[in-house]
């Protein structure tokens, strides 16, 4: 995996329309095309297995935004990042201030913060359900799940205008072309569909036993000779 580290979560999110792996994404992945490509993994989650030797992935849960021949991008789901909440966030990008925090709708006040992944972790990455969209900045990813990536989302959110769900995640995981097969090759991965009640459970803590239930296996009985779901 593509990676450095995001031991310093003291970040700023740029006012740009478009974020240069937004970009990347969509020429890999067309807004138009929702439908699930074979072969290709977007739309659905990865389960690390317990062979997994890089700690950063350690029951990780990830979901893939793109995923083509020329690599994969994955915001993982079930890690929070220490230190930070989303009203410091806010906070720090003069959206919210700690004086009107108070004031913040109940879904932001209550909003975590995840490590979506070891790569630009000074950017952050919103999935959310599909009821909000920016026509310049949304990239579809499911009928059901999006990627905005602009600090206008961070905005609406605040001001109770945002999208029904959401998920904030500083950085991303990133795979070159053909480096996720050979992982899941090697018994790195299991994969299974998405759903947004697994997404976007805030039990954070049960989302890996969640996706494991999804493709019917046991925990307490998984073995690392298995790749595929």
Not at 195 to 218: M, N, Q, S, T
Request: charged content about 20%; glycine content about 8%.
């Amino acid at each position: 995996m593509l990676g450095q580290s995001h031991a310093n979560l003291s970040f700023a999110l740029h006012n740009e329309r478009r974020r240069f792996i937004v970009v990347s994404i969509m020429s890999a992945r067309s807004a138009k095309t929702r439908i699930p490509r074979e072969g290709y993994l977007d739309g659905q989650l990865l389960i690390a297995m317990p062979s997994m030797g890089d700690p950063r992935f350690s029951r990780a849960v990830i979901y893939m935004c793109a995923h083509s021949a020329d690599g994969a991008m994955g915001i993982i789901i079930n890690h929070r990042a220490p230190n930070i909440s989303f009203g410091e966030l806010l906070d720090q990008l003069n959206i919210a201030p700690h004086k009107e925090r108070i004031t913040l709708p109940r879904m932001s006040a209550a909003m975590a913060v995840y490590l979506g992944g070891p790569v630009e972790t000074g950017r952050g990455f919103v999935l959310h359900s599909a009821d909000y969209f920016k026509a310049e900045s949304t990239l579809p990813i499911d009928e059901s799940v999006c990627l905005t990536a602009t600090i206008d989302i961070l905005r609406d959110i605040a001001k109770g205008s945002g999208p029904d769900k959401a998920l904030l995640a500083l950085g991303y995981a990133g795979w070159a072309p053909g480096q996720l097969e050979s992982e899941i090759h090697a018994n790195g991965w299991l994969h299974c569909s998405a759903d947004p009640e697994l997404i976007f459970d805030p039990e954070v803590e049960r989302k890996y036993h969640r996706a494991l239930d999804k493709i019917g296996i046991d925990p307490r009985r998984l073995v690392n000779d298995s790749g595929h779901a």
